[in-house]
């Protein structure tokens, strides 16, 4: 008999036993159909558990270099590219050409500093934040440029970098021993969808997006916050699904069950307990909430806010709306408002909570826009992409306020003086963080990757922030 026709006459054979075990030893069809209820119990907990606390790629953790001073980012980003001439670099000297109607920046309360005429309440708490107006990369893509941004490497290399956001989650998170029930690292609303945030870290590093739109009561995050549906009938339907769980039943106190039952119980605290509470913004002071601006990204920032209270920490608001090729003013007198509301009572609340010297606050995007001001049709006063020199702002976690790093020339085409690449923004924030720069990354390719760039990889750097440290 051939080999093959030998193997089956074997499963044929197993198959009328009612499934052997090894060697030969027949099962019943009872201890089939439990083993069969352990396998789907066990592929349950799992997915759950690696939803509500991702297991560990395995690592070398380094010692931090310094004592950390930061605790949690949130990282306002302007998706599209802010223009540094009508926020934080204004130019009026440089004529219409370039400055367009914003003719008179006002001063801040910090003598020396000025910003757009449209930034009021910015110009209020300009102690508590830096200016950093010799930003550089060169790059005028949005994808690529936002790579480089976001993870201080080079875009066109053989592998995908993580960004800040999925790195922190690495050495903050749940590896780290973080034991919040949030996700340490989400961005509201939406993932920016330019490159995979986590990089090679793999997908337990991707931030967790809410979707919906703050400004709405409820704020319906995705997975958390069920629309249409009230809380008291929820709280219903999961009695109704206690009632029907006849596995439970069936297994008893099996440690398996235990983890099942734990994991379970942290999906609903999630959606009925405190993690949906930190999204409820109907607990906030309605005064307060009109401080922070009724818009989405205004209540976005008292979101942020809520989520680093409760020790996430990552925050990201992808902030639409800047990417200002045509009509670029009429844009900017919708924009510059609501940001201006939102941005400073961010600053001022963290302030007030004692949290601004444990919290970095990140402004700004992929690059800036161009100085000069394209008038003709189509443009119709537009500004295109701008990587040559454009401005970021930082505050809080161990940045001093009220300084402003470097200097872009009389019309902002290029930098002046102190040129500052996104290497040097991501080292100093990490540095904040107590996380090392020569600590290893995890990787699938078993290479060997660190936290910063080594010296050979030749990333362009000018050093550190020092003057804000």
Known sequence: ??????????????TRLGYQKAYGEPISRRTMIKRTLFAALWVTVGRLACVLHPTA???????????????SVIQLWLWGGPSHLDTFD????????YCGPFTHPIETNVPGIRICELLVELAKQADKYSIIRSMTHGINAHETATYLML???????????PCVGAVVSLFKGYDAGYQGLLPPYIVITE?????????????????FATGGDPSKTPFTV????LPNVPEQRQISRRQLLSKLDTLSAALGNNDLLADYRSAEKEAYDMILGTGAKAFDLSEEPPALRD???RTTFGQACLVARRL?????SYVTINYKGWDTHKNHFQAMRKLLPEMDKGMATLLQDLADRGLIETTIVWWGGEFGRTPRILWEAPWNGGRNHYGKVFSVVVAGGGFKGGRVVGASDSRGEEVKERPVYPIDLIATIYELLGIDGNAPLPNPYGLDLRVLPKPEENVKSAGKLVELL
């Open 1 to 14: 008999m051939s080999a093959v026709n030998k193997y089956r006459l074997k499963q044929s054979t197993a």
């Open 191 to 207: 993932p920016l969808g330019r490159f995979s945030e986590s990089g090679f870290l793999g997908p337990r590093y991707k931030p």
């Open 291 to 293: 401080r922070y601006g």
């Open 308 to 312: 680093v209270e409760r020790g996430v």
């Open 90 to 97: 204004p130019k009026p000297e440089a004529g219409h050409d």
């Open 57 to 71: 790629v395995p690592m070398a953790h380094s010692s931090p270099l310094s004592t950390p001073k930061a605790k």
């Open 222 to 225: 995705e997975g958390v916050v």
């Open 151 to 161: 993870t201080g490497r080079p875009p066109g290399g053989r592998v995908v970098y």
